[in-house]
């Protein structure tokens, strides 16, 4: 019997998964004159990634832009390359983050600091691991305008290079395209639909102050997600496209680094005493449950579903195709890492990033 409800639980994603790669649209347009892109490059220890950062941002065509940078205390060398570049391109600044005020988070505090020295009619917020496509500005900002949309955001084509990563990164996709009801479109104009990706984050310059831009809530460490919440409250509508031909991104050089990274942002998300049991089902039930049931015909059935929904989502947003097989192992731990981001909160332990500590609460 549990066999075969691990296979009904399995066609919640697999059906999720099949209408969500028919929804999710593609950026295209052409941009309307006077349209300014402002990209901006929050920087905290970047030194690894600004120099390629900007160098992809410096070359995108089809739109007028301007590109920010906001050296966030780095200590490794990141303001020099980003200087020696702005010194070369007056399309390119660099700016100097202000210490970190208290309630602040360090990346919005930094986006923040951004929006108010932009001169754009379109904020483009990008992570400083982000190659952005050179017409990903001007298609977003089309798309913006055709659409009516205040946001407009997308998952870069995630590179891995090492099995930690492998297991960790897909997980982003997985949930976006097998458990949210139209991954992020427009039409899903309920905040609690909203969907975004602080990789590639565009906001129209209007609506992005009146909702009070990144101080509307200065405390969050999932800032994308805030921000389309908060646009949609408003009355505003925002939407996620493919975002795999816009831009690319490695995010993490291995497994303890991808641990540390997606347990800072998982209490705002499904690390909650209340949903975290449910999402342990949904996601445990079709692509774990099964694997313990064999060699009964529907746990094969279930696993045959669950292979094929994660191997659709991996060719449509173009992910390395050596992930595929260690499917289960990116459930269990994508679990092991809400988990451990519940307990660790409810001991009282912040998360840490980039030597900073935070709490879920308050930012602090």
Known sequence: MIDILALLIATFPASMTAANLVLLGRAEGTPAPGTLVSILVPARDEAANIAACLDAALASAGVAIEVLVMDDGSTDGTAEQAAARAAADPRLRLLRAPPLPPGWTGKVHACARLAEAARGTHLLFIDADVRLAPDAAARMAAHARANNLALVSGVPRQRMGTVGEGVTVPAINLMMLGYLPGAGRAFTN??????????????????????????????????????????????????????????????????????????????????TPAG???????????????????????????????????????????????????????????????????????????????????????GT
């Open 190 to 271: 309920h905040p609690a639909m909203a969907a975004a990706c602080g990789q590639l984050l565009m906001a129209e310059r209007t609506a992005y102050d009146a909702v009070g831009g990144h101080a509307a809530f200065r405390h969050r460490l999932h800032d994308a997600l805030a921000l389309s919440r908060n646009l949609r409250e408003a009355g505003h509508r925002t939407e996620v496209v493919d975002g795999s031909r816009l831009a690319g991104c490695r995010m993490y050089s291995g497994f303890a680094e991808a641990w540390a990274g997606f347990i800072k942002n998982a209490r705002e998300g499904m690390a």
């Open 276 to 362: 975290l049991p449910v999402w342990t089902v949904l996601l445990a039930g079709p692509h774990l449950l099964p694997w313990l049931l064999l060699p009964s015909p529907w746990a094969i059935v279930a696993l045959a579903l669950s292979l094929l929904t994660r191997a659709a989502i991996t060719l449509r947003v173009r992910e390395p195709l050596w992930t595929i097989p260690l499917h289960p192992v990116t459930v269990a731990v994508a679990l092991a890492i809400q988990w451990t981001a519940l307990v660790r909160s409810a001991l009282g332990r912040p998360a840490g990033w980039k030597g900073r500590a935070y709490r879920p609460a308050d």
